[in-house]
Each structure stands twice: as structure tokens, then as C-alpha cells.
């Protein structure tokens, strides 16, 4: 499948050392699932270079975005479908992180409109676009899901489902997760290092060790530690 990606944000500047990484980083995500990068490119928070550059994106298999899609001033990610003529799909997403997702129809292509933070943008790359590329290929579009005890707890965060990412673990002769969280391992870094990803479906109320928790496989190769 051939798919766009288009970071968006002001902040961006190539000239003084500013990169949008997130592009790079989707890139290798969609290589890595079997899809080939049509385009890469980025753009400022400016809905009407948003629109034209979504529509320059055409033709292709998928377009993928990220950032601008919270509800601030600065995010213009909305405003700049609505101007492309995209047809509203969704706006946000019952988990956190990745709330803020957008996805829309384009000239007959889906738009999936991630956030511009890494984490959640690796998340829900994870949880929407990966089975959807897979879709596009013949492949059954249902991701792979264990359940195995937690070798730590996980403290109580905002009310509703949340996803940590983890990374499995031998204990004695059978398998666990280790859930990557606290101060030394960051949301970014977490992203990078985990293979699985751990689904809390009340994730306002703690985990303690050893309870079980559904698991997602994100890495197709995934390291038992």
C-alpha cells in the first residue's frame, strides 16, 4: 500500500536543526508493515497549506498525519480537512494516550490524523493504522493479543481505558510484561523500547503485580527478556 505522511506543526524548521521526527519515525513504521512511502513532507499550523498539501498527497492508499489535531488555536488539522473537502469519519478516540486521533475520507482515500506527540502517535499507529495496513494487503487485520501478569503494578492514571507500553520478561519458566513507566523511562523512550502494548480498561484504578492484563502485540518480533 502506498501511504502519504504529512507532519505538521510551525515549530519545524529544517534550517535551524528542527526536524519533524515523527515522519521518520511513521516512515519506518509503515516499511516495517509493508507499506511504501509515497510522500514525506511537513507544513506549518496554516489550515489552507494543510489542505493543499493533504490534496497534493493524492493519489494513494492512505495518508497519514500527525499533529495538530488537539483543540487549540494552534491545531488546525479539523479546519484543514473540512477545506480539502475530506468527509468526517471520527474525532477522538476512547484511550489515552491518542485521544485527540481524527480520521476522515479524502478523494476516496482513508486519512488517519494522529497526534503530534511520538508516544501517542506510535500508539495509535499500533492500535488503527498498522491493521488497517494489513488490511490493505489480504491479512487478516486483527491484531495478535495475550494475557500475561505484570511483574510490577501500574498506578492509577486519568479514568478510562489507557495503554502503556511493555515489554515481555521471563519469570522462572513462564512469561510476563513488564510495564514501562516511572521517572527514568519517559513516554517517548517507553514507546521506543516496548515490543507489546498493555490494554487497562480502568486505567483510573491501580494494577497491583501479578494481575493479569491484556496484551497487544505491537513489535512482530518480539524480545522475551
Known amino acids: ?25 511513521l516512515a519506518g513504521l509503515v516499511d516495517e508493515a509493508g507499506g511504501a ?3 514525506l513532507g511537513s507544513c506549518p499550523d496554516d489550515e489552507r497549506i494543510i489542505a493543499r498539501a493533504l490534496l497534493e498527497s493524492l493519489p494513494c492508499d492512505l495518508v497519514l498525519t500527525s499533529g495538530g489535531t488537539g483543540r487549540s488555536a494552534a491545531d488546525r488539522m479539523t479546519a484543514a480537512l473540512g477545506l480539502a473537502g475530506a468527509e468526517p469519519l471520527f474525532r477522538g478516540l476512547a484511550v489515552r494516550p491518542g485521544h485527540t486521533t481524527l480520521a476522515a475520507h479524502l478523494g476516496g482515500c482513508p486519512v488517519v490524523a494522529l497526534p503530534g506527540t511520538p508516544a501517542a502517535a ?20 486483527e491484531p ?17 481505558r489507557r ?7 521471563r519469570t522462572g519458566a513462564s512469561v510476563a510484561v513488564e510495564p514501562l513507566l516511572g521517572p527514568a523511562v519517559g513516554p517517548t523512550l517507553a514507546a521506543a ?9 480502568d486505567g483510573g484504578h491501580p494494577t497491583p503485580p501479578g494481575s493479569p492484563v491484556a496484551v497487544l502485540v505491537a513489535n512482530p518480533y518480539p524480545v522475551i527478556r
Open 163 to 169: 495503554m502503556v507500553w511493555g515489554r515481555l520478561c
Open 37 to 39: 512511502v509515497s510522500r
Open 1 to 25: 500500500p502506498r501511504v502519504a505522511i504529512l507532519v505538521t506543526g510551525s515549530e519545524y524548521d529544517p534550517a535551524a536543526g528542527v526536524a519533524p521526527s515523527n515522519g521518520v519515525m
Open 193 to 201: 523500547l516496548g515490543d507489546v502494548l498493555l490494554d487497562l480498561p
Open 122 to 141: 506510535a500508539l495509535v499507529f499500533e492500535l488503527l493504522v498498522r491493521p488497517v495496513l494489513r488490511r490493505l494487503q489480504g491479512r487478516t487485520s
Open 144 to 160: 495478535e493479543t495475550w494475557e500475561l501478569p505484570l511483574t510490577a503494578g501500574i498506578p492509577a492514571g486519568r479514568p478510562g
